[in-house]
């Protein structure tokens, strides 16, 4: 990312702050305008590229770098409590792909929605929910996102318009461009970011789902993590067309660098314009996990320890924020470091909170099952004695 312009209009109001405290600063505008260029250039399939140039701030800049770095110590401790078995089951970490979540977020508004598949935890965050309800729910408690649950593939947040969290490959597509014909339906000039892997791309469902939004002409933006890995199977060797953005055919495309968190910001905001004036879009973020697909997966045995070392070297996406924030005078190394000490104490006080949440009672495993007053009674085997009314 080349810096442009940097204009600065005085002092400004305090440090943004979306996922959680301040940071502290140099002396700069807050609301000082830079002009920053995305690291490489959209690829455009059927439409017009949005321009490289990106309008930012020191203190957007600064929230992308804190806000990316609580997601990294978040996944990091996630693993940790897997492998001390205060997880369990399925789970799937985003670190690597920080900058899809955060960058989304800074181009689209809360009326907007997003829907997922079961790498959840990230865009949950960026969603306004917090770091309790992701512990305690990857933990299994109470006061988890869906109160213990769900676990690890299934976050929820309706009030942040977040639709989950699904655990059927590419099931979520579907579900995203209905919530988009619900926003038509309303007229809401609201759209939904329906988020899909590479693996995901050759569903059935999504091209039916596809198909459909465009004949409707809904506000549904489909959008592929291209991490280069359908769980241990490379994209080359699942797809004989990796152009993602392509596969729309008659519905247009676009490429970005799902590294690089103005870049994401940029064909995001123009995503959402497209889609409320013409309809469907595919956006292809091309970006990468750190962490193997699941938690069996050590993530080592389809790619080189070469190749994952390269990429944090050369495209990591807080690294590169990072050097923004140094290069430009707009933060010193040591006020960063200090923002990761914060950020990684944030993170450790919310996992000892988690830790004592209580479990859910076992009569929740009846509850948000049917509509209430709608329950049936629960026999034994023998069908003589009614063992529970559901709720």
């Known amino acids: 990312m080349a810096l ?106 809360r009326k907007d929605c997003i829907i997922t598949a079961y790498r959840d935890h990230c865009t949950f965050l960026g969603r306004g929910g917090t770091l309790l309800e992701v512990f305690s729910e990857l933990m299994g408690r109470k006061d988890g996102c869906s109160k213990g649950k769900g676990g690890s593939m299934h976050f929820y947040r309706k009030e942040g318009g977040f639709y989950g969290g699904h655990g059927i490959v590419g099931a979520q597509v579907p579900l995203g461009c209905g919530l988009a014909f619900a926003q038509k339906y309303s007229k809401d000039e609201s759209v939904t970011f329906a988020l ?58 676009l490429k970005v660098d799902g590294m690089d968190v103005l870049a994401v910001k940029q064909a995001c905001k123009f995503a959402k ?55 430009h005078d707009i933060a010193a190394e040591k006020e960063l470091k200090d923002i990761e000490k914060e950020v990684r104490k944030e993170v450790d006080e919310a996992i000892a909170k988690a830790k004592e949440s209580p479990m859910p009672d076992p009569s929740e495993l009846f509850s948000h099952v049917y509509v209430k007053g709608l329950g049936v009674e629960a026999f034994g085997v023998d069908r003589k004695v009614v063992r529970a009314t559901l709720p």
């Open 4 to 109: 442009s312009t940097f204009s600065r209009r005085g002092l400004g109001s305090t440090l943004a702050k979306p996922l959680s405290a301040a940071v502290s600063s140099r002396p700069i505008s807050s609301d000082a305008s830079l002009t920053i260029e995305t690291s490489v250039p959209f690829t455009a399939h059927n439409c017009e590229a949005p321009s490289r140039a990106v309008t930012t701030s020191p203190s957007e800049l600064l929230s992308f770098f804190r806000d990316m770095a609580l997601m990294r110590r978040m996944e990091i401790a996630a693993d940790s409590l897997y492998k001390a078995k205060l997880i369990r089951g399925f789970c799937h970490l985003y670190d690597g792909q920080e900058a899809v979540a955060v960058g989304m977020e800074a181009g689209i508004t």
């Open 196 to 253: 899909y892997g590479d693996g995901a791309a050759n569903q059935g469902q999504l091209f039916e789902a596809l198909n459909i939004s465009a004949l409707w002409d809904l506000p549904a933006i489909l959008v592929c993590e291209n991490n280069h890995y359908g769980m241990g199977t490379a994209e080359w060797r699942a797809a004989k067309s990796p152009a993602y953005y392509k596969r729309g055919d008659y519905v247009p495309g």
């Open 273 to 327: 314009e497209h889609a409320l004036k013409n309809g469907p879009i595919i956006l292809e973020m091309d970006t990468y996990r750190y962490h193997g697909h699941s938690m069996s997966d050590p993530g080592s045995t389809y790619r080189t320890r070469d190749e994952i070392s390269g990429v944090r070297q050369e495209r990591d996406p807080i690294e590169r924020v990072r050097k923004l924030l140094l290069s």
